[in-house]
């Protein structure tokens, strides 16, 4: 009853730094690890009943193999539309109102002594692909923030707005915080969906698992904070709670995922590679995109203008565009 209570108050609203690498399409990037103890009565592999009904009319992601990416620097942007004021404010383990505070502790109870079974981006509950048989592509881009990370590719997002193509973009707090008039730019922006890439750009795990160098969550109470921290940002920013959540690195554990249901959010993976976390040059990432097929989730940076996304996205477009396919954002589709 707390959660409900609390989603009802609250929710309206859902590379990188040490770069995002991939599987190759229809290649499964993740691990299973033995389970050691799983209380009776619950599994860390099925979902339990959710606390709170999760948002409806989302799409799916895939993802594609790659080798592990590098990362490095990013610039800055120009406002796109209106020059919005807002200033974000960063939040990182906020002091919880008292009805947050019930659904943290009944969710850190519930799953004190579940010990994950599957780690990787290919989960059970991760969502890879658009319901359709329509040709259509959701294109998403992720700004993951952080010292190397906070760039804004300029040139990428200019084009998208030139030739009219909507996008979903997975915005992370430390971007945020580094660009707040250039995120308040893209959020008045109808082309753009605004989703949660996360507070720290960390893989969701409850046992702190690497993914790429980078350590996740070692807790269900930081996987909680790690999502909702960022979310509760963005809607205060923009008055919309994203509905999608995509951790650093795509990773997840199987527990942090029947979290992530508990708390509403749909957890975005993806079909097709588009850049390796921003290593790609500019014809692996064309090569990439144009094998895009019928709902197909496409992951890329628009986080680093100094390398070679851009180039390669506005080749692949008009030949995907020539093939027939359209693009949409994520939440226009149901999920598969």
């Not at 606390?51 to 120009?78: D, K, Y």
């Not at 430390?174 to 890439?197: D, G, M, S, V, Y």
Request: charged share 20%.
């Amino acid at each position: 009853m707390c959660l409900l209570f609390f989603m009802g108050a609250m929710m309206v609203l859902a590379g990188c730094e040490a770069g995002q690498g991939g599987e190759a399409a229809g290649a499964s990037a993740s691990d299973t690890i033995s389970a050691t103890t799983v209380p009776t009565g619950a599994t860390a592999t099925s979902a339990p009943s959710a606390l709170v009904s999760a948002p409806t009319s989302t799409p799916e992601l895939e993802h594609t193999s790659a080798p592990e990416p590098t990362q490095s620097p990013a610039g800055s942007f120009p406002s796109p539309s209106a020059s919005p004021t807002a200033q974000p404010v960063a939040t990182p383990h906020k002091e919880a109102t008292p009805a947050f505070a019930a659904v943290e502790k009944s969710l850190i109870d519930r799953y004190a002594s579940i010990v994950p079974t599957k780690w990787g981006e290919r989960i059970s509950g991760v969502k890879t692909k658009l319901h359709t048989k329509d040709k259509v592509i959701a294109l998403t881009f992720d700004a993951c923030g952080g010292k190397d990370g906070s760039g804004y590719d300029e040139k990428l997002i200019q084009y998208l707005i030139q030739e009219h193509i909507p996008a979903t973009l997975f915005i992370n707090g430390r971007w945020i915080a580094a660009n707040p008039a250039t995120f308040a730019a893209l959020a008045a922006n109808p082309l753009f969906e605004i989703e949660n890439h996360g507070t720290e750009h960390r893989p969701l795990s409850v046992n702190g698992k690497l993914a790429y160098g980078i350590a996740g969550t070692k807790n269900v109470k930081e996987v909680i904070h790690e999502m909702n921290d960022n979310a509760d940002q963005i809607e205060k920013l923009t008055g919309k709670r994203p509905t999608f959540f995509r951790s650093g690195t795509a990773f997840y554990d199987d527990v942090a995922v029947s979290v992530a249901h508990d708390l509403g959010f749909e957890l975005a993976g993806y079909s097709v590679l588009g850049d390796a976390g921003a290593t790609y040059n500019s014809e692996q990432v064309y090569n990439a995109l144009t094998k895009a097929q019928s709902g197909s989730i496409v992951i890329a940076h628009m986080n680093h203008p100094e390398k070679d996304t851009a180039e390669g996205v506005i080749k692949a477009i008009p030949q995907l565009r020539k093939a027939g396919f359209s693009f949409v954002q994520l939440a226009s589709y149901p999920e598969d």
